[in-house]
C-alpha cells in the first residue's frame, strides 16, 4: 500500500517562501517515480515538478522554473518542494503524486497512482 502525507502549507505574502514534505511509504520511493502538481480554485489539475528515482533527474513546469526546486531524501522517505518567490498564482492546494516507473517520465496527472490528501498553499499580495 502506498501512502503519500503532504505537510508545509500555509499563508505567505508574495515574495516569500514556503517548502512542502511529502512523506511517503518505504517501498515508494525505490518503485515509483514522484511528482508534485497543484490545483486553484476553479481550475485543473496541474503539473508543477517531477523527479526521477533512477537517475535523479528533475523537470519543472515553466511557470515554476527558477522558483521551485524538487528534492528527495532517501533516509527519510521523504519529497520535497521548495518553493520561492511566490507569486499569487501560485495559490493552490498542492498534491504529491507518485507514479510506476514503467511509465517512465510523465506529467499527466492521470498516469499517476497514487496521491497524497493535498496541502492548501497561499500567496497574498
Known amino acids: 500500500q502506498v501512502q503519500l502525507v503532504e505537510s508545509g502549507g500555509g499563508l505567505v505574502q508574495s515574495g516569500g517562501s514556503l517548502r512542502l514534505s511529502c512523506a511517503a511509504s518505504?517501498?515508494?520511493?525505490?518503485?515509483?517515480?514522484m511528482g508534485w502538481f497543484r490545483q486553484a480554485p476553479g481550475k485543473g489539475r496541474e503539473f508543477v515538478a517531477r523527479?526521477?528515482?533512477?537517475?535523479?533527474?528533475?523537470y519543472y513546469a515553466d511557470s515554476v522554473s527558477g522558483r521551485f526546486i524538487i528534492s528527495v531524501d532517501d533516509a527519510k522517505n521523504t519529497m520535497y518542494l521548495q518553493m520561492n518567490s511566490l507569486k499569487p498564482e501560485d495559490t493552490a492546494v498542492y498534491y504529491c503524486?507518485?507514479?510506476?516507473?514503467?511509465?517512465?517520465?510523465?506529467?499527466?496527472?492521470?498516469?499517476?497512482?497514487?496521491w497524497g490528501q493535498g496541502t492548501q498553499v497561499t500567496v497574498s499580495s
Open positions: 503524486a507518485a507514479v510506476n516507473l514503467w511509465r517512465g517520465t510523465t506529467t499527466l496527472p492521470s498516469d499517476y497512482d497514487y
Open positions: 518505504p517501498r515508494t520511493f525505490s518503485n515509483y517515480n
Open positions: 523527479v526521477r528515482r533512477s537517475a535523479g533527474g528533475t
